[in-house]
């Protein structure tokens, strides 16, 4: 009797070692296969932030680009411009700015004057306010020369950021006598419509040495340890193993620098696959006293047949 009991024990000692062993390899694969599955979920969650970036931006360049030319190019609002009639212009330019739901449109005559700016918000009620932009009869800030289409796509008005476009008014063929442009902002709602797109955190900051002012960001208001995070990652380029971090520089506006940014918290990123990885575990772990159990079944079964 005491032999059968030394022999089934060996026995079980032998399974439970084979046991604990196909146990600890498989769940040594399990966590490299998810690690592995982990590193290409974030760097196909990057990659998709950068096309949907690209593709938004370049979209919205060239829709301006192209409606720029196609408004000057109207007969109409080159007769009103060369008439003068600064009142009937800027209706004819509210009516093509309404045409794309532009934030901004402008004009500027052949001397460099800003001879229409409109600025569009909405109110309290969402309802669309158009008003007068503050650089209205001023002087144009930038210097007009034949170059006038490579200036920077980004205009700076009153602490708001747009994305703009101009094209050339010409008369008589090739004589240009000024310049309309048209701008998207750049603030709340693209961020918004970017982190739909991509589900991570959007937003724009503009920084000049130790100021930084943001444009515009998804959701609510960005918490302190968020602008910290982002600007160490912009600035220092500093990365957060805790976040998954995307960054674009996108120029230079009025001797600030702007960058386009998403983000978001690895474990948020990451919960389904980390709640796939905890399925996996409990299965091995529930797989180890069945496994025991069967082992000792086996055993004793194997003892009695000798």
């Known amino acids: 009797m005491v032999l059968f009991n030394r022999l089934q024990t060996r026995i079980f000692a032998f399974f439970v070692l084979v046991i604990i062993t196909v146990l600890a ?54 007769d009103i411009f060369i008439d003068g009639d600064n009142r009937s212009f800027l209706v004819a330019l509210n009516n093509h700015r309404s045409r794309i739901n532009a934030s901004l449109a402008m004009a500027v005559s052949g001397d460099g004057t800003v001879i229409g700016q409109l600025v569009a918000t909405q109110d309290d009620l969402g309802q669309e306010v158009v008003a007068l932009g503050s650089e209205q009869h001023a002087p144009f800030r930038y210097q007009i020369d034949t170059e006038f289409d490579q200036i920077s796509p980004f205009y700076l008005l009153d602490n708001k950021l747009y994305q703009i476009k101009f094209s050339p008014l010409t008369s008589g063929g090739s004589s240009v006598i000024g310049w309309v442009g048209f701008g998207f902002l750049i603030g709340d709602s693209l961020a918004n419509s970017l982190q739909k797109l991509t589900g991570l955190n959007s ?30 990652y912009i600035v220092k380029d500093q990365l957060d193993n805790d976040f998954i971090l995307w960054k674009q520089f996108l120029g230079e506006v009025d001797n600030k620098s702007l960058h386009a940014y998403m983000y978001k918290s690895r474990s948020d990123l990451l919960a389904s696959l980390e709640s796939q990885w905890l399925q996996q575990v409990a299965v091995l772990l529930l797989m180890l006293p069945v496994s025991l159990l069967l082992a000792f079944w086996i055993s004793g079964t194997i003892t009695r047949l000798h």
């Open 203 to 232: 937003g724009f900051m503009l920084i000049e040495q130790e100021a930084i002012t943001h444009v515009g960001h998804s959701g609510l208001a960005i918490e302190q340890h968020d602008t910290q995070l982002i600007t160490q």
């Open 25 to 78: 390899l498989s769940f040594w694969l399990s966590y490299q296969s998810n690690q592995r599955l982990e590193q290409q979920y974030v760097a196909n969650q990057l990659e998709v932030a950068r096309l949907v970036f690209e593709s938004q931006y370049d979209n919205r360049n060239y829709y301006l680009a192209a409606f720029a030319s196609t408004a000057a190019k109207d007969f109409a609002l080159k």
